[in-house]
């Protein structure tokens, strides 16, 4: 049986640990894949072999001449942004559109070179360049084998997808009409603004929460440097406190365990959603919230740290008896975290590669430790795991650096909770390359299926996209008749 949507919201609010247990709104799909060139660029290199490269396509909403709507995959199983980008299941109706939800190579099923795709010399096929290779070919080639070869083309993406989105437009513009960009970094992830930012804004949203709250967590972090100095009593006690499976042994250990907690509050202010959500994680609703209010009426700074960590890691069912830091996070080339499993991988090498990541934390403009990722240790990190050196002028120049304005038809649309945020695009840069405030909204609340506990603001975001999404596809059709 299907859930109805508002049922299951309402056994949502009624308890924020079912909900978690309940599945999300399915949409229909059918998952394909396609015979996908493993190098678009240099014909010798693997022989001119094909993958197979993984996508779902929903045609139940499809009306003849309607657009395509293609969501760019970003790093992760496809599935994952699947089932949290329901606006464009929401809006194609209206459209009659055909969806397409492709995943990036290196992510989920869609391995280049199989259970070898992660050897040192194969995951130089882990490109930008190569996944938008992928995208404009298969959007070619569904477009033919459908009998639709001059249907517009609109994507949709979040975070990295989004990037891949806005790139999609910049760099194919025959191919794609226009893009919906949401919370994507295309200036930070190309050295194109500070690097200081993220953790700042994680910062201000528990500010926002309860001014009191960053300071309880500085306090913690003190107290925690303090036991750590103590040495094998002090890590002893630290483990009891945050529960840890086994007691830190070393210095390394601690340190391990730091990102742990400094990741945990990344995720509660990436997906500080109005309600428990399952991305990337489960989290109740207004989980800074929630967070913020664990550290203010704990018994101790410390002991409301503990608590407000494992809120992030301690959300699936059966609940965890106790913390394995090393399984539960990763440290790696991106400071905001790179996942786990062969996904960690392929993100830490583009993040060793094209992809600037934020800085580290610096305990001073947010209240987090100093951990700081400087270029030369990201440096030294990748040459030491992957024999690369970052390159980060390069996306700089194949991602247009601050010359966007010479493209056209990008939304790009960032909520103001969001961390993100300030490493994208603000303002609006030219007539038809505009920037979307979301006030309240987390890491693209607006990508999201409609919900009852929606702020008025996303609402209006959600129909302002959609009224430009159809003033480009109005155009369009009218160029259309025009050469016809
Ligand atoms: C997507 O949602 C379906 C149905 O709720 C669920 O079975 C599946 O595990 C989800 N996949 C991911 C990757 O979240
Ligand atoms: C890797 O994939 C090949 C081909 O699919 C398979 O024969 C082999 O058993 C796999 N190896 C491992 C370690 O999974
Ligand atoms: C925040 O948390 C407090 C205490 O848990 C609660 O009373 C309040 O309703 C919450 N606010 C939101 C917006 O969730
Ligand atoms: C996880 O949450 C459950 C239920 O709230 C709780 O009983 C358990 O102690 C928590 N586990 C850890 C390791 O904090
Ligand atoms: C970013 O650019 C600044 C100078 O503009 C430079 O000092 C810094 O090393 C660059 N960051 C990275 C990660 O390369």
Not at 12 to 21: D, N, Q, R
Not at 379 to 394: D, I, L
Not at 400 to 427: H, K, M, Q, Y
């Amino acid at each position: 049986m299907e859930w109805p949507k508002q049922m299951m919201l309402l056994i949502c609010l009624l308890s924020v640990w079912m909900c978690s247990a309940i599945p999300l709104p399915q949409y229909p799909y059918k998952e394909k894949y396609f015979d996908q060139s493993i190098d678009h660029f240099n014909l010798e290199s693997y022989g001119q072999r094909t993958y197979r490269q993984r996508y779902f396509v929903t045609d139940d909403y499809w009306k003849k001449g309607g657009p395509v709507f293609f969501y760019t995959g970003n790093e992760g199983p496809i599935e994952a942004f699947f089932n949290n980008t329901g606006y464009v299941f929401d809006i194609a109706p209206e459209f009659g559109a055909l969806i397409i939800f492709a995943e990036h190579r290196y992510y989920g099923k869609s391995l280049p070179l199989g259970n070898q795709s992660f050897t040192p010399s194969n995951l130089g096929l882990l490109t930008i360049e190569q996944a938008l290779a992928d995208y404009a070919t298969l959007i070619t080639s569904l477009r033919e084998d459908l009998g639709i070869p001059d249907s517009p083309v609109v994507v949709f993406g979040g975070s990295y997808g989004g990037m891949l989105s806005a790139y999609m437009r910049m760099k194919y513009p025959h191919l794609v009409l226009g893009a919906l960009a949401a919370s994507a970094p295309v200036y930070s992830t190309a050295n194109q603004s500070s690097q200081t930012y993220f953790f700042e804004t994680v910062t201000q949203d528990f500010h926002d929460v309860d001014a009191r709250c960053p300071d309880i967590v500085r306090a913690a972090f003190t107290k925690l440097n303090q036991l750590a100095a103590q040495g094998t009593s002090g890590l002893k006690e630290i483990s009891t406190t945050f529960k840890l499976c086994k007691t830190l042994g070393s210095m390394a250990e601690y340190y391990h365990l730091l990102g742990w907690i400094r990741n945990s509050f990344t995720y509660q202010a990436m997906l500080d959603y109005p309600y428990a959500a399952s991305f990337m994680g489960n989290l109740p609703a207004n989980p800074v919230n929630v967070s913020c209010h664990m550290l203010v009426d704990a018994s101790s700074p410390l002991e409301g740290l503990a608590m407000s960590s494992g809120l992030y890691y301690n959300s699936s069912n059966p609940p965890l008896k106790c913390f394995d830091i090393f399984a539960e996070f990763i440290q790696c080339a991106d400071p905001t975290g790179c996942g786990l499993g062969t996904d960690s991988t392929a993100w830490d090498y583009q993040a060793c590669t094209e992809i600037t990541l934020p800085a580290g934390s610096n305990g001073i403009t947010d209240m987090f430790p100093n951990m700081p990722f400087t270029p030369d240790m990201r440096t030294s990190y990748c040459q030491a795991t992957y024999n690369v050196t970052p390159r980060p002028e390069w996306l700089k120049i194949q991602g247009f650096g601050r010359g966007l304005a010479s493209s056209s038809n990008i939304i790009f649309s960032n909520g103001l909770l969001d961390p993100w945020r300030l490493g994208g695009v603000t303002e609006d840069l030219s007539e038809s390359i505009v920037a979307i405030p979301v006030p309240g909204g987390a890491h693209h609340l607006d990508l999201r299926g409609s919900n009852p506990k929606d702020p008025e603001s996303v609402v209006k975001a959600r129909n302002k996209e959609k009224s430009i999404i159809k003033g480009w596809i109005d155009d369009w059709n009218q160029r259309k008749d025009k050469t016809a």
